[in-house]
């Protein structure tokens, strides 16, 4: 089947702007997972889903960043007045249930903030 | 503290083998991915090790050493298109949480 798809791929946003990223996980996996990475830099851990639930928001970096994933399958990951410190590329994982189980990833967005 | 090394950047030939070394200290441990991440793209899965001792799978092979907090990929038989990053990732014991390397980017050359 399909692998994990984001949308968009690019966005390029004002200073102060909100974003809505997208994220299509493989069907039938549980767990949801996004990332930020910098450049050069491995992915950095924002929050987790178990189906709907989001168990762990602990990486999100302020509360200006929030996601959800309502029906447990598509997520989105808000960020509210971006800052030029938010661009990055922002991946999103799923995986069939948690521990030990192979994470795959979408080809991520990349958000620049001018 | 979490912390997962390895080195920045590599340079290898082609027809060659290299050997990526991660080194990690964290608070839990459950196991070891590795990960290839071409430039501008997602990583995909390599390997993934619980207990010690080597695993081989076709050019790639990984190794895991508990005690020492030690890790290394081994590519063998090096292509052009194995020129990407490699991340190693640990998974603490405690959760599902990924605490991932800096990743090492691979050069190779003719």
């Known amino acids: 089947g399909a692998g994990v798809s984001q949308s968009p791929r690019y966005k390029v946003a004002k200073r102060g702007q909100d974003v809505a990223l997208r994220c299509d996980p493989i069907s039938g996996h549980v767990s949801l997972f996004w990332y930020q990475q910098a450049l050069g830099q491995g992915p950095e851990f924002l929050t987790y889903f178990q189906n709907e639930a989001q168990l762990d928001k602990s990486g999100l970096p302020s509360d200006r960043f929030f996601a959800e994933r309502p029906e447990g399958s598509v997520s989105t990951l808000k960020i509210q007045r971006t800052q030029q410190e938010d661009s990055a590329v922002y991946l999103c994982?799923?995986?069939?249930?948690?521990?030990?189980?192979?994470?795959?990833f979408g080809p991520g967005t990349r958000l620049l903030v001018l | 503290g979490q912390n997962i090394d390895q080195p920045t950047e590599m340079t290898a030939t082609e027809g060659a083998i290299v050997q990526i070394n991660c080194t990690y200290q964290t608070s839990g441990f459950n196991g070891l991915f590795w990960y290839q991440q071409h430039a501008g793209e997602a990583p995909t899965f390599l390997s993934y090790n619980v207990l010690d001792g080597l695993e081989e799978k076709g050019r790639f092979s990984s190794f895991l050493s508990r005690s020492k907090g030690y890790s290394y990929l081994l590519l063998k038989e090096l292509q052009m298109k194995d020129s990407a990053s490699y991340l190693c990732?640990?998974?603490?014991?405690?959760?599902?949480?990924?605490?991932w390397g800096a990743g090492t980017k691979l050069i190779i050359k003719p």
């Open positions: 990732a640990v998974e603490k014991d405690s959760n599902y949480q990924l605490i």
């Open positions: 994982a799923s995986s069939l249930r948690d521990r030990g189980e192979t994470q795959y």
